[in-house]
Structures are given as structure tokens and as C-alpha cells.
């Protein structure tokens, strides 16, 4: 299928995007989700506004307490970064159950937080790390915003800051085949505040775990079993829209949550 007709633009810098932005247009990066959706008529914008001209918005910069990755920061340039690799071990080892090689040089970082969709593998980890969206807007101010909070009509993404871990992480996924959407996952961080843990498919966006955690925390070195870490489990998403679909009932993927909890807890323990 070919797309609806619209209008194209290249901006060179984040203002000049943002001036550019009015209802109806939408922003390009990667474009593995935009595209598809142009392809099928499923969207159709009346102008594509293709932000890969911006200088500046490609690099991966390591500040005093983050790694901060601009907007058109590739998947698959991110998880062969050395910086990444030796403060967010998580997010290197959740990077790569990402789709295929294919879809990692083009899609983006930012892009796959944006949609923030159950079957990513990244939204996990945001919530477990307290990743955060630095925003910018067309009347000039900024602001950061946690990942799955929607992002303002008048708004766009440029970065993402990750807290800087310096630790060992460990990711456990279970999908439908590899390099498909994820049913469930977990993501498990320690870094200088202590454990962090996530899961990802079980609510309908990445969640953060604290009662695992501390499960987890008080149960070291050993991994609790897979009942006590189902009832921490429960308890963190109590309050939560728990996902169910075709491909996995709410009540699975919960249980699923605690049995990606275990794997991930493990797979730290032994160095990702």
C-alpha cells in the first residue's frame, strides 16, 4: 500500500521543528512505527515533519549523573555504546532482545519510550531506572516528564536521561518468537540508590516495582520463589490497568511477571 498524500519538511534545528508542528502533522526519527502506519492508511498526517537534519540530536552524552541520548539516537547505536554498557547494564541487555538488527539501526531510543507500548522492551526499564523525557515546547520553555505520560500537542521529545547506574543489571523477556512483540518482561537495575526492578506487559505501560525490590533486597543473595515474588508482584500493581489481549490473559501475564522477575534476578547474578 502506498501512504495518503502530505506534505514534507526537514527542519535543521529543534526550533524550527517545533514552529513547523500544527494539528495534524507528526514528527518522523526512525519511523518503525511511523511508516507502517502511513503504509496502511492507518495515519495520515497532513505534513511529515523529518527531524533527522538536527545536528546534535545523534549523540550519547555522559553528564556527572546520566547518560543522556538524543532523540535520533539509534536502538541498535545505543546498545553497542561503551558508555551504556558500563552504566546502564540493563538497558544494554534489554536492547538486545529488541526486535532484529534490521529495525535496531533505524528505530530509535526515544522513539520506542514515546510508544511506550506493552510489547517494548524499553518502557521496563524507564520505569525501573526513573528515566525521564526532556521536552521542549514552541513557546520556548522546557521540561522533563516521565516515560508513558502523554506528550502535549505544542511538544516534543529531544532527549532521554537515564540515571547513571554503574552497576549490574539483568533482563528477561518472554515473547511470542524472537523478535516479537514482548508478552512479559522484567527489568532489574542496582545502581547507587539500591535495586530497581520493572516489568514491562503485565499493566498496560512499564511499571516500577519497589515491593519486589525490597523483596529481593532482603532476600540477597538468594532469589526469593516465584509465590513470594507473585504476591510482591500483586502488590505493586494493585492499583494498575492490568493488560489482557489475545495473545495473553491479565491473569498469565501477572504470573509470567514473577517467573521474568526470577530469570532477570539471575541473570544479574551471574553478570547479565
Not at 545505543?78 to 532484529?100: F, K, Q, S, W, Y
Request: aromatic share 2%.
Amino acid at each position: 500500500m502506498t501512504p495518503a498524500p502530505f506534505q514534507y519538511a526537514r527542519p535543521k534545528s529543534v526550533a524550527e521543528a517545533l514552529a513547523l508542528l500544527r494539528p495534524g502533522a507528526q514528527f518522523l526519527a526512525g519511523g518503525q512505527t511511523l511508516v507502517p502506519l502511513l503504509a496502511k492508511r492507518a495515519l495520515r498526517p497532513a505534513l511529515v515533519i523529518d527531524l533527522n537534519r538536527i545536528a546534535g540530536l545523534s549523540d550519547i552524552e555522559l553528564t556527572s549523573s546520566h547518560v543522556k541520548m538524543g532523540a535520533l539516537v539509534r536502538l541498535e547505536q545505543a546498545r553497542r555504546d561503551p558508555d551504556v554498557g558500563t552504566e546502564l547494564a540493563v538497558v544494554r541487555a534489554a536492547l538486545r532482545h529488541v526486535a532484529n538488527p534490521v529495525i535496531r539501526r533505524r528505530g530509535t531510543v526515544v522513539g520506542n519510550l514515546i510508544a511506550n507500548t506493552p510489547g517494548a522492551e524499553l518502557p521496563a526499564v524507564a520505569a525501573a531506572l526513573g528515566a525521564e523525557l526532556l521536552i521542549s515546547f514552541q513557546d520556548g520553555r522546557t521540561s522533563r516528564q516521565k516515560v508513558g505520560e502523554r506528550l502535549q500537542a505544542d511538544a516534543m521529545a529531544t532527549h532521554v536521561v537515564w540515571p547513571r547506574q554503574g552497576g549490574a543489571g539483568g533482563f528477561s523477556e518472554i515473547s511470542r518468537r524472537d523478535g516479537h512483540g514482548v508478552l512479559v518482561s522484567a527489568a532489574l537495575s542496582w545502581g547507587p540508590d539500591g535495586l530497581s526492578v520493572g516489568v514491562g506487559g503485565v499493566c498496560t505501560a512499564g511499571l516500577a516495582c519497589p515491593q519486589v525490590a525490597l523483596l529481593l533486597t532482603a532476600s540477597s543473595p538468594g532469589v526469593p520463589p516465584v509465590t513470594a515474588l507473585a504476591a510482591a508482584l500483586a502488590r505493586d500493581v494493585a492499583d494498575q490497568e492490568l493488560h489482557d489481549d489475545l495473545h495473553a490473559s491479565a491473569t498469565y501475564r501477572l504470573a509470567m511477571g514473577a517467573e521474568m522477575v526470577r530469570q532477570a534476578a539471575s541473570a544479574m547474578a551471574e553478570g547479565g
